[in-house]
Structures are given as structure tokens and as C-alpha cells.
């Protein structure tokens, strides 16, 4: 079954409008979850990492002030995307991975499609 | 300056035959490697994942070999079934004690043809 759910599947929205995306870890607690956004027939880019009770760190060339992370319990992280514009339209995906012993691989949700008009 | 490379954009397989899936890296630092299956507007599913002091790593109808001098790894399907089609990734870390994202290449579609 799945590990980690993401909430919405689909939004579609006006120009300008913010917009919220939910990540949750649903049987384990995730201390650090990842958030990837992907373009058409592209791979998947880390856009963040979200750590639990302090700031994200952002990859380079993400905007912090655009795609605001909040991971304020150990099962839950959300990304903002702050007035939205038709380039933001993509495919968000997170991802958490169990406490790493010994190598455990990250456990995706099943991605937000964003289309902004 | 892609760190990982799936060079095949797509590979097209007979039913019942074997599937190789191949990945390149360029990042000397990673240490463990993971394939991922994914569906259109789905989120990736973690197939198989291998450690860099492993060349090879089992499961079931899965296997995963990683060449470390050649910085090379691949993915056998055998046999292959109608139901493994979709875009398959292939995705690296480096040590990091789970606080690093992964490198992913940018997956090679996968076909069975019955």
C-alpha cells in the first residue's frame, strides 16, 4: 500500500492565484521529505528539500519566496507555489524516506498535476 | 550537466523476453543507485535499489548489476510481461544519512509487445 500520499491530484487555476500541495508520510515519521517537480517527457528535478522544524533547503535556481515549504510535523509537508503563472504549470511530486540505517529508498506520492490559465 | 544518463528514450520488448535497462553516472560520490517505474500522472513506484559495495542485487523476476569502474549500472526484466510497460528511471544518491535528494536520469519507455 502507499507510504506517502499528496494531496491534490489535479488543480487547475487562474493566474496569480496561490496554490497549496500536501505531502504525507502515512506509516512512518519522515524527518526530511523531498519535493521534485517534472516537465513533459523530462526527468524529475529535486526543486527542495523539506526538513522537520527548520527552513527547507533549496536547490539552485528554485526560488524560496515562490515555492514556500512547510514541514511542521513529522508527517506532513506542504508546498506553496505563490501566485502561480502558466510556467509554474508541471508535475509536483514529494517524496520521504524511512530513518536511514541502511539505505532506504524514498517513497514517492502519486504527483499533483498544476495547470495554471 | 546531467549525472545521470538513461541514453535509451525507449526500448521495445518481446513478451517472455529478457528487458535490459541501462544507466550511466558521472558522479563518483554516489553510493547507492535505485530504479524506479512510473505511470503517466502517477507518482514513481521504487522498483529494486542496489549499494555501491554491491555488484548485483535480486528480486524476483529484478535483478539490478552495477559496474563501479565503469560507472554503469542496468536493470534485467526477465520474463518480460505486459504489465512492466512504463517509463522506468534510474536515480542516485550520495552519502548523505537520507538528507539528500536523488539524481534522476530522465527514464527510458519501456514497451512489451505481447
Known amino acids: 500500500g502507499a507510504v506517502v500520499s499528496q494531496h491534490p491530484s489535479w488543480v487547475i487555476c487562474k493566474s496569480g492565484t496561490s496554490v497549496k500541495i500536501e505531502c504525507r508520510s502515512l506509516d512512518f515519521q519522515a524527518t526530511t521529505m523531498f519535493w521534485y517537480r517534472q516537465f513533459p517527457k523530462q526527468s524529475l528535478m529535486l526543486m527542495a528539500t523539506s526538513n522537520e522544524g527548520s527552513k527547507a533547503t533549496y536547490e539552485q535556481g528554485v526560488e524560496k519566496d515562490k515555492f514556500l515549504i512547510n514541514h511542521a510535523s513529522l508527517t506532513l509537508s506542504t508546498l506553496t507555489v505563490t501566485s502561480a503563472h502558466p510556467e509554474d504549470s508541471s508535475f509536483y511530486i514529494c517524496?520521504?524516506?524511512?530513518?536511514?540505517?541502511?539505505?532506504?529508498?524514498?517513497?514517492f506520492g502519486d504527483g499533483t498535476r498544476l495547470s495554471i490559465l | 550537466d546531467q549525472q545521470v544518463k538513461q541514453n535509451s528514450p525507449s526500448l521495445s520488448v518481446q513478451e517472455g523476453r529478457i528487458s535490459i535497462l541501462n544507466c550511466d553516472y558521472t558522479n563518483s560520490m554516489f553510493d547507492y543507485f535505485l530504479w524506479y517505474k512510473k505511470y503517466p500522472a502517477e507518482g514513481p513506484t521504487f522498483l529494486i535499489s542496489i549499494s555501491s559495495i554491491k555488484d548485483k542485487n535480486e528480486d524476483g523476476r529484478f535483478t539490478v548489476f552495477l559496474n563501479k569502474s565503469a560507472k554503469h549500472l542496468s536493470l534485467h526484466i526477465v520474463p518480460s510481461q505486459p504489465g512492466d510497460s512504463a517509463v522506468y528511471f534510474c536515480?542516485?544518491?550520495?552519502?548523505?544519512?537520507?538528507?539528500?535528494?536523488?539524481?534522476f536520469g530522465k527514464g527510458t519507455h519501456l514497451i512489451i509487445q505481447p
Open positions: 536515480a542516485a544518491s550520495a552519502p548523505g544519512g537520507g538528507a539528500d535528494g536523488l539524481t
Open positions: 517524496s520521504a524516506s524511512r530513518p536511514r540505517q541502511n539505505n532506504q529508498p524514498q517513497h
